[in-house]
């Protein structure tokens, strides 16, 4: 086989963070569709659109409702959390990461009763804690946890998180904003009644819009609760936009690229994005583990999205980063308590095969440059 001509490869920066990410030319492109009033009926078309796109790619027309918001991925979080919660129930909040630990703060901004499990980063939450604590706690009307913890790339058991949701009839929140499109999320075999994802990670748009897909069925629950935020209420949201309106002034543009992604996501189907991504982060595992790298998480447990990798003796973050970068890859930092113990390479967007091969081949160089300086 003909070796690449690595140089010709690299003329963009390789978006290897978790969002935002890489996106086709077609996507970019789509923001340039025209200036538009978020009032003329081709906003409403466009909303239209894009809600019902959503629910065709993720094949839940029929039980789902999408509602959008302007704002990056944790303002559709927020959305979603401030408007589940009837008064005087309250929230059970499972944690292992920084994004857990944001659903717990939203609950104490909005100064909801909440009932918290929390687990190491990293560490899966007890299936049996979270089974007594929804048995002896009648006050628990919703659960809510991240899918996919992208501190650490940990996928949470949604499954047998969502089985315990529907046996103690809770309504159950999950945020989905890193896994939605690269990781399963079986909705027809366990409903999920608020599933948060946002434009600018597998689904290859741009940021400044998100979304939350809501189970019809509860709508009508939810249309009940008192709003507790003007900005974030989802119901209220919900209403204008069946009526093709817009509470709020849209990014416009971000919705175009939106609407373009989409159409490239039913395209090659969710099923084949998702199995793509496997092979992709299978891919790059074996390298690193070639490279003589160490991964944070066990097989099994890893999400299809990011790998976190510990960081080796004498390397520091900074170093590696801006080496990285050097050559057109940007990678990403460890959080809070694994600042400059890991980092984390994410497999999102629209990155080709041969720069995935390149990016393994500078990050071995990396290596063995130190190792020889080390020497
Ligand atoms: C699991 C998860 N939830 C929420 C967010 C917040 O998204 P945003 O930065 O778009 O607000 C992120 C961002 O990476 C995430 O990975």
Not at 15 to 32: E, F, I, W, Y
Not at 297 to 320: F, H, M, Q, V
Not at 356 to 369: A, G, I, R, S, Y
Request: proline share 5%; hydrophobic share 40%.
């Amino acid at each position: 086989m003909p070796t690449p001509n690595w140089e010709t490869i690299v003329k963009r920066n390789i978006l290897m963070n978790p969002g935002p990410v890489n996106v086709t030319d077609k996507v970019r492109d789509a923001q340039l569709r025209g200036d538009l009033c978020h009032r003329e009926p081709e906003f409403s078309e466009l909303m239209r659109s894009i809600r019902h796109k959503l629910v065709q790619a993720f094949n839940i027309e029929q039980e789902y409702t999408a509602i959008l918001i302007t704002g990056s991925g944790t303002a559709a979080l927020e959305m979603a959390v401030s408007s589940c919660l009837a008064p005087g129930r309250s929230m059970l909040v499972i944690q292992n990461g920084v994004y857990g630990e944001r659903i717990g703060k939203m609950a104490d901004v909005y100064r909801m009763d909440k009932c918290v499990l929390t687990y190491s980063w990293g560490e899966l939450p007890r299936l049996e804690a979270i089974e007594d604590t929804l048995k002896n706690d009648p006050s628990i009307e919703v659960v809510a946890m991240v899918h996919h913890e992208t501190t650490t790339g940990l996928l949470n058991p949604l499954p047998e998180i969502a089985a315990l949701a529907q046996k103690y009839d809770k309504r159950l929140v999950v945020d989905c904003v890193s896994s939605l499109g690269g990781d399963i999320i079986n909705l027809a075999e366990y409903p999920i009644d608020f599933v948060v994802g946002t434009a600018n990670k597998c689904i290859h748009g741009l940021p400044g819009v998100s979304f939350v897909l809501h189970r019809k069925k509860d709508l009508c629950r939810v249309e009940d609760i008192p709003a507790r935020s003007i900005y974030f209420n989802l119901a209220d949201h919900h209403k204008a936009q069946e009526q093709g309106d817009t509470l709020f002034t849209p990014a416009v543009q971000a919705h175009y690229a939106f609407d373009a992604a989409l159409d490239e996501l039913i395209e090659e189907t969710v099923k084949k994005r998702i199995a793509r991504y496997r092979r992709t982060a299978e891919r790059l595992r074996k390298g690193f583990e070639e490279i003589g790298l160490e991964l944070l998480i066990p097989e099994g447990r890893r999400s299809n999205c990011l790998t976190a990798l510990k960081l080796p003796d004498g390397i520091s973050y900074p170093w590696l980063h801006d080496r990285l970068k050097e050559n057109g890859f940007i990678i990403y930092a460890g959080q809070g308590l694994f600042n400059n113990k890991i980092f984390r390479i994410a497999n999102m967007g629209d990155i080709r095969n041969e720069e995935f091969e390149k990016f393994l081949k500078v990050l071995k160089e990396c290596f063995v440059t130190t190792r020889k300086a080390g020497e």
